[in-house]
């Protein structure tokens, strides 16, 4: 079956970086995209960015640019997002999803689990 | 950035009841619509696509229906394994964007 399975629970010092990986299994990695979405405790989803599997192209959230990196590595059907410079409205859960592959414009599905991201001194 | 107006935030209703939420997009994104449910501690699931479309699997008490700037979502007899929150999202234009959503319980 399609599933998305994501890195574990990371707990960071404002001002570091991380990297969530997301590992895709029973599709054709390269013929869909994968977007990231965010969710804070108790809040709702927000989108981060976008990237084409196919062509690497990205497309990024204008509120993440210049702080988000989206990698795929199509040899292991991984997806990476690495979020820079964080701060403690970053503590969040780290979800991606499976898109198009052209466009960033679409539904999600399915979803990984979630990577909890905490960023606490 | 189009913004999604959810409404209401949250409702309480009994087994049985038919249960509606709307949801007003800032301008016409046409029928590029899809409907969510998330459970606790658990990922959102993809309902509805293209604003009425049901995904494979999905039982059919829930339904959506609209376009251009306004959309409703129902579920025609609550059961108590629907208890969630309930978000739309619109991909008219880029960035994506969701509803607040709606948190259903059972009274």
């Known amino acids: 079956q399609v599933q998305l399975v994501q890195s574990g629970a990371e707990v960071k010092m404002p001002g570091a970086s991380v990297k969530v990986s997301c590992k895709a299994s029973g599709y054709t990695f390269t013929s869909y995209g994968i977007s990231w979405v965010r969710q804070a405790p108790g809040q709702g989803l927000e989108w981060m960015g976008w990237?084409?599997?196919?062509?690497?192209?990205?497309n990024y959230a204008q509120k993440f640019q210049g702080r988000v990196t989206m990698t795929t590595d199509t040899s292991t059907s991984m997806a990476y997002m690495e979020l820079r410079s964080l701060r403690s409205d970053d503590t969040a859960v780290y979800y991606c999803?499976?898109?198009?592959?052209?466009?960033?414009?679409?539904?999600?599905?399915?979803w990984g689990q979630g990577t909890l991201v905490t960023v606490s001194s | 950035d189009i913004q999604m107006t959810q409404s209401p935030s949250s409702l309480s209703a009994s087994v049985g009841d038919r249960v509606t939420i709307t949801c007003q997009a800032s301008?016409?994104?046409?029928?590029?619509l899809n409907w969510y449910q998330q459970k606790p501690g658990k990922a959102p699931k993809l309902l509805i696509l293209?604003?009425?479309n049901l995904q494979t699997g999905v039982p059919s008490r829930f339904t959506g229906s609209g376009s251009g700037t306004d959309f409703t979502f129902t579920i025609s007899s609550l059961q108590p394994e629907d208890i969630a929150t309930y978000y739309c999202q619109q991909y008219g234009n880029l960035p994506l964007t969701f509803g607040g959503g709606t948190k259903v319980e059972i009274k």
């Open positions: 999803a499976k898109g198009r592959v052209l466009t960033a414009a679409t539904w999600l599905d399915p």
């Open positions: 990237i084409s599997t196919y062509t690497g192209n990205t």
């Open positions: 301008q016409d994104i046409k029928n590029f």
């Open positions: 293209d604003a009425s």
